[in-house]
């Protein structure tokens, strides 16, 4: 590699630092997002001028029509959907290091890492490991655009037996490693790609919907070190350094979003929560004959107009009802009054990490007004009105008090403290974990129970 390709690659990963520094905030994410496409379009333009490249033709096609798939999408997508297109670009990811295998595997030469039938150990050992990770990545991905999306049931899917098949899958994959680098076998190598593409499918299948964000920032993490791997099998250090920085990163947030619900990865990986039998026969399953305030748009705004503060806390209902944009007209409406408005975040609020703050951004709602659960919590004794807008889990009592609960342990929002929680929901069902919300029949809770935004939106006129 020659020194002009040395220098563009090292500003290239000094960008793509800078972009997960800015991506860290909302207020530096425009930024970050601008350093890595920046470090992206230098990363390219480097490598298609390196000798490696025989024509630029057939790659510049691949860019285009890449990028005009991913441009339509981008344009087109839904702001609610973006957890389903991150788990659907990852599988991309995954897909793709499981070509780049294959195709270094059947032609070796021209990736100079020896001939057909005699293949350094090294490169064999890297392209194994780039191909089992890009396996377990797209298939889980996969699985796990299916259930947010819909197609497939966000309840855990388990049978007798799983985390045996699932430990012996592991070890299986890893003896098909040893085999295939001291056989170069192509037969080896498939086994071990269908093995893993099983194991994809078989890791996430069990995980509830409610341990969704630790999944989706978990396989952005596999994607990573899978790309790292193929770094290596292509002798390429930028894309080395670019699948490491991800695969780091993608670690450490699912470590913060496991913390962020008291629950150990380990835990999230061998059997998520959310919708299983245990939830369904807890006490606090158990609620359906009990009294219940239910209250309209008037009662809403009348006692929020009365209030000194009010702390929004919002939820995926949020999202699906792209309530955003109404929800901070009403908090204007409120500040004109002199009232102290603030939002609520949960780290594991939505479907994936930062989802809510994607959303309020996207409505302009000012980031010194979003708080992060510890920075708010010990504030919801001296707040007027708690307003929750879709989100059940992540307010849950029984997190707190009922050992037999599914999500006993994980931390959540004190909404319950303040003096009137005003709480919007469609129904008084379960959320998406499958547990029953004690919250909806505390004598401090109005239930307003409707489309979010329609109910924002009911709650501005009858304000005005």
């Given at each position: 590699?020659?020194?002009?390709?040395?220098?563009?690659?090292?500003?290239?990963?000094?960008?793509?630092?800078?972009?997960?520094?800015?991506?860290?905030?909302?207020?530096?994410?425009?930024?970050?997002?601008?350093?890595?496409?920046?470090?992206?379009?230098?990363?390219?333009?480097?490598?298609?001028?390196?000798?490696?490249?025989?024509?630029i033709g057939l790659p510049l096609l691949g860019i285009a029509l890449g990028g005009g798939?991913?441009?339509?999408?981008?344009?087109?997508?839904?702001?609610?959907?973006?957890?389903?297109?991150?788990?659907?670009?990852?599988?991309?990811?995954?897909?793709?290091?499981?070509?780049?295998?294959?195709?270094?595997?059947?032609?070796?030469?021209?990736?100079?890492?020896?001939?057909?039938?005699?293949?350094?150990?090294?490169?064999?050992?890297?392209?194994?490991?780039?191909?089992?990770?890009?396996?377990?990545?797209?298939?889980?991905?996969?699985?796990?655009?299916?259930?947010?999306?819909?197609?497939?049931?966000?309840?855990?899917?388990?049978?007798?037996?799983?985390?045996?098949?699932?430990?012996?899958?592991?070890?299986?994959?890893?003896?098909?490693?040893?085999?295939?680098?001291?056989?170069?076998?192509?037969?080896?190598?498939?086994?071990?790609?269908?093995?893993?593409?099983?194991?994809?499918?078989?890791?996430?299948?069990?995980?509830?919907?409610?341990?969704?964000?630790?999944?989706?920032?978990?396989?952005?993490?596999?994607?990573?070190?899978?790309?790292?791997?193929?770094?290596?099998t292509l002798e390429n250090t930028l894309l080395i350094i670019t699948g490491a920085l991800?695969?780091?990163?993608?670690?450490?947030?699912?470590?913060?979003?496991?913390?962020?619900?008291?629950?150990?990865?380990?835990?999230?990986?061998?059997?998520?929560?959310?919708?299983?039998?245990?939830?369904?026969?807890?006490?606090?399953?158990?609620?359906?004959?009990?009294?219940?305030?239910?209250?309209?748009?008037?009662?809403?705004?009348?006692?929020?107009?009365?209030?000194?503060?009010?702390?929004?806390?919002?939820?995926?209902?949020?999202?699906?009802?792209?309530?955003?944009?109404?929800?901070?007209?009403?908090?204007?409406?409120?500040?004109?009054?002199?009232?102290?408005?603030?939002?609520?975040?949960?780290?594991?609020?939505?479907?994936?990490?930062?989802?809510?703050?994607?959303?309020?951004?996207?409505?302009?709602?000012?980031?010194?007004?979003?708080?992060?659960?510890?920075?708010?919590?010990?504030?919801?004794?001296?707040?007027?009105?708690?307003?929750?807008?879709?989100?059940?889990?992540?307010?849950?009592?029984?997190?707190?008090?009922?050992?037999?609960?599914?999500?006993?342990?994980?931390?959540?929002?004190?909404?319950?403290?303040?003096?009137?929680?005003?709480?919007?929901?469609?129904?008084?069902?379960?959320?998406?974990?499958?547990?029953?919300?004690?919250?909806?029949?505390?004598?401090?809770?109005?239930?307003?129970?409707?489309?979010?935004?329609?109910?924002?939106?009911?709650?501005?006129?009858?304000?005005?």
């Open positions: 590699m020659d020194t002009m390709t040395s220098f563009s690659y090292l500003v290239s990963a000094v960008c793509f630092i800078m972009a997960l520094k800015g991506l860290s905030s909302p207020e530096s994410a425009r930024h970050g997002v601008l350093y890595g496409m920046f470090g992206m379009a230098l990363a390219i333009v480097t490598t298609l001028m390196t000798d490696t490249v025989d024509s798939v991913g441009a339509t999408i981008a344009k087109k997508i839904d702001m609610r959907d973006l957890p389903q297109l991150m788990a659907g670009f990852h599988s991309l990811v995954g897909l793709a290091a499981v070509f780049v295998a294959l195709a270094a595997f059947f032609n070796p030469s021209a990736y100079g890492i020896g001939e057909v039938g005699a293949i350094a150990v090294n490169s064999l050992i890297e392209m194994a490991l780039g191909a089992a990770i890009g396996a377990i990545t797209f298939t889980g991905s996969i699985i796990a655009f299916g259930k947010l999306q819909g197609f497939i049931t966000g309840k855990p899917l388990t049978f007798i037996g799983q985390h045996k098949l699932n430990a012996g899958l592991g070890i299986l994959m890893f003896l098909l490693i040893f085999a295939f680098c001291g056989t170069q076998s192509t037969f080896m190598l498939m086994v071990l790609v269908a093995v893993a593409l099983a194991l994809g499918v078989l890791l996430i299948m069990p995980i509830g919907g409610a341990d969704m964000p630790v999944i989706v920032s978990m396989l952005n993490s596999y994607s990573g070190w899978a790309a790292a791997g193929i770094g290596f991800v695969g780091a990163s993608g670690a450490i947030l699912s470590y913060i979003m496991c913390k962020g619900m008291n629950r150990s990865f380990l835990n999230v990986i061998l059997g998520g929560f959310g919708g299983d039998e245990d939830a369904a026969n807890s006490p606090t399953a158990a609620a359906g004959d009990r009294p219940v305030k239910l209250g309209s748009a008037d009662d809403a705004g009348f006692i929020m107009k009365n209030a000194s503060s009010v702390v929004i806390v919002p939820g995926y209902g949020m999202a699906v009802a792209q309530a955003q944009h109404a929800l901070r007209e009403m908090a204007d409406v409120l500040k004109a009054e002199g009232i102290n408005v603030r939002y609520a975040i949960h780290p594991v609020a939505g479907r994936m990490p930062g989802h809510m703050n994607v959303l309020l951004a996207e409505a302009n709602v000012p980031y010194d007004d979003v708080l992060e659960l510890e920075d708010i919590n010990r504030d919801f004794a001296q707040t007027d009105v708690a307003f929750v807008i879709g989100a059940n889990d992540i307010t849950n009592p029984a997190a707190k008090t009922d050992p037999q609960s599914p999500i006993y342990g994980m931390p959540i929002l004190d909404v319950e403290k303040a003096k009137t929680v005003l709480f919007i929901k469609r129904s008084l069902g379960t959320g998406y974990a499958g547990v029953d919300n004690p919250l909806f029949f505390n004598e401090n809770t109005m239930m307003l129970l409707g489309d979010a935004k329609t109910m924002a939106e009911n709650i501005i006129k009858a304000m005005e």
